[in-house]
């Protein structure tokens, strides 16, 4: 594809889908009360107020400094929220963070200033320069608004950590509590080929860690047709799978009794009832859905079911693979996501049971691999053969080549819509206990 003879951004589409994102994002905040701003939900991030400024300010260092050399519109702010935070500890998160922030009145009029500057880009500016390195493809464009949409899965389970009465429920977007548990199955998948990550010009954009496309040979193995239940991951906690060492690694043993961990960070119990910590609400502990757990304790459940968890690319053959040869763009086809194809794009906050959504199924009939929540993998994050950092957002990956993050891959409630493609790649740390990630066992045939 010849960049000086196409065009990737089409400036009224982007603008829209700007808007829309930045809709979404007030709407988020307005969940929560006013007196929650400066609290600090989760305490290895940063407190609510910086993810307000952080937003409209990242747009401003991408597109319109480091993009289009513009100067910004605060420099002063755009400095304090230049970047987040990813600590190990707590420690090394009250290291980093700032002691006094500015009020909520500066930071909105920061970031309605900083929208403002980044439309009239999007209407008049020179945001797509063949062989420009940030504005090349419209990668600045492009980086802005999926970062916020990033973000506004890191302000869900953010929001998810308060309590209830810290938070406003406008819209009923609670889960689905049947008891529909569905029998357990595994599907064998044979030996085959599965494509991880792109080529540019296979797709409008994705992050640097998507490059460059690797194939790698995968030999057969069988993996489970729904997720981990929180029914059967009950099974492991009742068994006392959480004061046994043997299906736990060092390391993750180590932190279990440090933490004095005894069931996932989703789950509470009273009175010997067990109950799923929800956005809004707490309900009688939905046996149907999948559980919400770290790496570690997803390894730890598999090697005491004498299974393991998969990799990346046992990953990508049962999402896109096919009994034919062929692979897919999605586990369902080559149709473009939608609402009928599994549980993201913001329509709940919470799970559903596993196996909702059949017209999502993968072509060996695999469900949910795409939604409900990402999926721990094996697979500790790095970069492809030939991967080479972002220019408009060179750190968004190389930090995190540490060999202590691992490979998420699917999607989650609150995944947008638009950031369901074969080629993303998300990472978390194996304690990390807030996100929504689930995951499936396999073992080799």
Not at 42 to 71: C, D, M, S, W
Not at 182 to 197: F, H, I, N, S, W
Not at 217 to 228: H, K, L, Q, S, T
Not at 323 to 328: Q, V
Request: hydrophobic residues 40%; contains cysteine; negative net charge.
């Amino acid at each position: 594809m010849n960049d000086a003879l196409h065009s990737v951004v089409d400036r009224e589409s982007a603008i829209s889908w700007f808007l829309k994102t930045r809709e979404r994002t007030a709407k988020i905040f307005d969940i929560i009360t006013p007196a929650s701003y400066y609290d600090q939900p989760i305490p290895l991030r940063h407190p609510v107020v910086f993810y307000e400024g952080h937003i409209p300010a990242f747009g401003v260092n991408t597109l319109l400094k480091r993009g289009l050399g513009q100067p910004g519109v605060d420099e002063k702010l755009e400095r304090l929220f230049a970047r987040g935070i990813d600590p190990e500890n707590q420690s090394s998160s009250d290291a980093a963070t700032v002691n006094s922030w500015p009020s909520r009145k500066t930071v909105q009029h920061y970031a309605a200033a900083a929208d403002q500057a980044i439309l009239e880009a999007l209407e008049s500016a020179e945001i797509e320069r063949h062989g420009h390195p940030v504005l090349g493809r419209g990668q600045a464009v492009f980086t802005v608004i999926e970062h916020e949409e990033m973000h506004q899965e890191t302000l869900a389970y953010m929001w998810h950590q308060l309590p209830f009465a810290k938070k406003i429920q406008e819209v009923d977007l609670q889960g689905n509590t049947e008891e529909l548990v569905p029998e357990l199955a595994r599907v064998r998948v044979p030996a085959g080929r599965a494509t991880l990550g792109a080529e540019l010009d296979e797709v409008p954009f994705g992050w640097d860690n998507e490059f460059p496309r690797m194939v790698v040979e995968v030999p057969g193995f069988a993996i489970d047709r729904y997720n981990v239940t929180n029914q059967q991951y009950l099974e492991f906690v009742d068994a006392g799978g959480y004061l046994d060492p043997r299906w736990w690694g060092e390391g993750d043993w180590q932190w279990r009794v440090k933490v004095d961990l005894r069931y996932p960070s989703f789950w509470s119990q009273e009175g010997g009832e067990w109950f799923w910590r929800g956005m809004f609400t707490k309900y009688p502990l939905p046996l149907s859905w999948p559980v919400y757990v770290t790496q570690a304790e997803a390894s730890a459940y598999a090697r005491w079911n004498g299974k393991r968890l998969p990799t990346e690319a046992e990953f990508h053959r049962a999402a896109y693979g096919a009994p034919d040869g062929d692979e897919r763009s999605h586990p369902w086809g080559e149709d473009p996501p939608d609402l009928t194809r599994g549980h993201f794009g913001f329509q709940g906050w919470d799970p559903m049971p596993v196996g909702s959504f059949p017209a999502g199924v993968s072509a060996w009939g695999i469900h949910d691999l795409v939604g409900n929540g990402w999926e721990w993998t094996s697979t500790l994050f790095s970069g492809f053969p030939g991967f080479a950092p972002m220019p408009s957002y060179p750190e968004y990956s190389v930090d995190f080549f540490d060999a202590k993050h691992y490979v998420v891959k699917g999607a989650s409630p609150v995944t947008a819509t638009g950031l369901v493609r074969r080629s993303l790649r998300n990472w978390f740390r194996p304690h990390y206990p807030y996100p929504y990630a689930g995951f499936r066992c396999v073992e080799d045939l």
